[in-house]
């Protein structure tokens, strides 16, 4: 055997030292669950912790130092190392968690590696990585909504690329996709399809190229739009018009609490506590998967009472029952046009129903702390908009501001007043 060169065994000494990863915490092992998954925190100069469960095989929940957490599976699958992410905490339940682990485990015995659908397709389109992403990940996990966006997304700007082989996309080919959308279809929507994209090629464990840098995003500013007072007057006349009195109750409804439209309409009556003028609204329906508890003004009760009073012999759990597969009523596109006609006021949208109560609260005095849990914000951020239109710091409260859009709605206009 001929002796090892002296260069080669002094290279660790003239190699300059590597620098070295932060080092991932002591694997844990505990029972998993809601209290002990939330209070774990990540020791400083860690990445991550990784916690096993005491009661489910390969079952384990992964916290990094930003305060992500996860649920994973790990394992061996054919005597060989495997790994699968099962679903971020809280949207997946501990219990679900452990018996999607289970099924993977029983898999597992069976040689099936828990990533085999996205191993089949690195040699795919990017229509067939849309179309398990669709199935296995939209639909089942996103919100509604938000499913629904994905779907458009796709098939009006992305779907013409869908024949290109996914693992072949390069740099230039996304920066070109971006361009094109932004032109044919506005800035935002480029954004929101390249960001989908993004989502769809890294949960596909497929090549992606839309790294940090490489696309020049287009600037959003945030919507700003909210009712004067001369409009507002208009409004609440067109609403108390309508002829279809379950769009004006909603229409009020939307506006005198600010909730968003989606939780409008699927508003239950189990969720709503008359008697404390509360309605919470659970975390399976909230935005942010949150439990958002809203306050309710005496104009909204005597809307409920009058509803609740009207559907005693239809046995329905919704406020706003329909004749459709949800339930419930859907979003009352056609009515809300007709209404804005009638208030002159087309440039307004559901959304910003949303915004003026907030605007008029802020302006009325509120603080930026009571806007944002009277809108149900679980973030300053979100509330951080309207600081520049804050007065003062004297609340008179949510019951004032709504008042206040009453009274403008039964006030003279401008032009009326003039004569």
Same mark, same amino acid.
């Given at each position: 055997?001929?002796?090892?060169?002296?260069?080669?065994?002094?290279?660790?000494?003239?190699?300059?030292?590597?620098?070295?990863?932060?080092?991932?915490?002591?694997?844990? *092992?505990?029972?998993?669950?809601?209290?002990?998954? @939330?209070? !774990?925190?990540?020791?400083?100069?860690?990445?991550?912790?990784?916690?096993?469960?005491?009661?489910?095989?390969?079952?384990?929940?992964?916290?990094?130092?930003? &305060?992500?957490?996860? #649920?994973? /599976?790990?394992? $061996?699958? +054919?005597?060989?190392?495997?790994?699968?992410?099962? &679903?971020? #905490? =809280?949207?997946?339940?501990?219990?679900?968690?452990?018996?999607?682990?289970?099924?993977?485990?029983?898999?597992?015995? +069976?040689?099936?590696?828990?990533?085999?659908?996205?191993?089949?397709?690195?040699?795919?389109?990017?229509?067939?990585?849309?179309?398990?992403?669709?199935?296995?990940?939209?639909?089942?996990?996103?919100?509604?909504?938000?499913?629904?966006?994905?779907?458009?997304?796709?098939?009006?700007?992305?779907?013409?690329?869908? %024949?290109?082989?996914?693992?072949?996309?390069? @740099?230039?080919?996304?920066?070109?996709?971006?361009?094109?959308?932004?032109?044919?279809?506005?800035?935002?929507?480029?954004?929101?399809?390249?960001?989908?994209?993004?989502?769809?090629?890294? /949960?596909?464990?497929?090549?992606?190229?839309?790294?940090?840098?490489?696309?020049?995003?287009?600037?959003? *500013?945030? *919507? @700003?739009?909210?009712? +004067?007072?001369?409009?507002?007057?208009?409004?609440?006349?067109?609403?108390?018009?309508?002829?279809?009195?379950?769009?004006?109750?909603?229409?009020?409804?939307?506006?005198?609490?600010?909730?968003?439209?989606?939780?409008?309409?699927?508003?239950?009556?189990?969720?709503?506590?008359?008697?404390?003028?509360? /309605?919470?609204?659970?975390?399976?329906?909230?935005?942010?998967?949150?439990?958002?508890?809203?306050?309710?003004?005496? !104009?909204?009760?005597?809307?409920?009472?009058?509803?609740?009073?009207?559907?005693?012999?239809?046995?329905?759990?919704?406020?706003? =029952?329909?004749?459709?597969?949800?339930?419930?009523?859907?979003? =009352?596109? *056609?009515?809300?046009?007709?209404?804005?006609?009638?208030?002159?006021? %087309?440039?307004?949208?559901?959304?910003?129903?949303?915004?003026?109560?907030?605007?008029?609260?802020?302006?009325?005095?509120?603080?930026?702390? @009571?806007?944002?849990?009277?809108? &149900?914000?679980?973030?300053?951020?979100?509330?951080?908009?309207?600081?520049?239109?804050?007065?003062?710091?004297?609340? =008179?409260?949510?019951?004032?501001?709504?008042?206040?859009?009453?009274?403008?709605?039964?006030?003279?206009?401008?032009?009326?007043? $003039?004569?």
């Amino acid at each position: 055997m001929e002796p090892i060169p002296n260069y080669v065994q002094r290279l660790p000494q003239l190699l300059p030292d590597r620098p070295k990863r932060t080092p991932r915490s002591e694997t844990l *092992r505990m029972q998993l669950n809601v209290a002990a998954i @939330e209070a !774990a925190q990540v020791p400083a100069g860690r990445r991550d912790v990784l916690i096993y469960d005491t009661l489910t095989p390969h079952l384990a929940v992964l916290i990094t130092a930003k &305060g992500h957490r996860a #649920f994973y /599976w790990y394992g $061996r699958v +054919s005597n060989r190392p495997a790994k699968s992410c099962i &679903g971020k #905490f =809280p949207e997946w339940s501990v219990d679900r968690a452990r018996r999607r682990a289970s099924e993977i485990t029983a898999e597992g015995h +069976s040689g099936v590696h828990p990533n085999e659908d996205r191993r089949q397709l690195r040699g795919a389109t990017l229509a067939d990585a849309w179309n398990a992403f669709e199935a296995d990940h939209v639909n089942p996990k996103l919100r509604p909504r938000t499913a629904t966006t994905y779907a458009d997304l796709w098939e009006y700007d992305l779907k013409p690329w869908g %024949t290109r082989a996914a693992g072949t996309l390069t @740099e230039a080919d996304v920066i070109e996709m971006h361009r094109k959308i932004t032109a044919s279809n506005g800035p935002v929507t480029a954004n929101r399809a390249m960001a989908m994209l993004r989502k769809m090629l890294t /949960w596909s464990r497929l090549p992606n190229p839309i790294r940090p840098g490489v696309i020049d995003w287009n600037e959003e *500013r945030p *919507r @700003e739009r909210h009712l +004067s007072t001369d409009e507002m007057h208009r409004l609440m006349r067109a609403i108390d018009k309508a002829q279809d009195r379950d769009i004006a109750d909603f229409l009020k409804i939307a506006l005198f609490t600010g909730a968003r439209r989606s939780n409008v309409l699927a508003m239950e009556w189990k969720e709503i506590d008359v008697a404390a003028k509360r /309605w919470q609204i659970p975390g399976a329906k909230a935005k942010g998967k949150i439990p958002v508890v809203l306050n309710l003004s005496p !104009a909204i009760v005597e809307i409920l009472h009058r509803r609740q009073k009207a559907q005693r012999r239809k046995n329905t759990p919704y406020v706003f =029952p329909g004749a459709g597969d949800t339930g419930h009523m859907v979003e =009352p596109k *056609r009515a809300w046009t007709s209404i804005r006609k009638a208030a002159k006021i %087309t440039d307004v949208t559901l959304h910003d129903l949303r915004r003026t109560l907030a605007s008029w609260m802020a302006q009325s005095g509120m603080t930026l702390l @009571e806007i944002g849990k009277a809108l &149900g914000h679980t973030s300053p951020a979100a509330t951080s908009r309207y600081a520049h239109l804050v007065v003062g710091t004297i609340a =008179p409260g949510l019951n004032a501001v709504v008042d206040s859009m009453i009274a403008a709605g039964n006030a003279k206009p401008a032009k009326e007043r $003039r004569k």
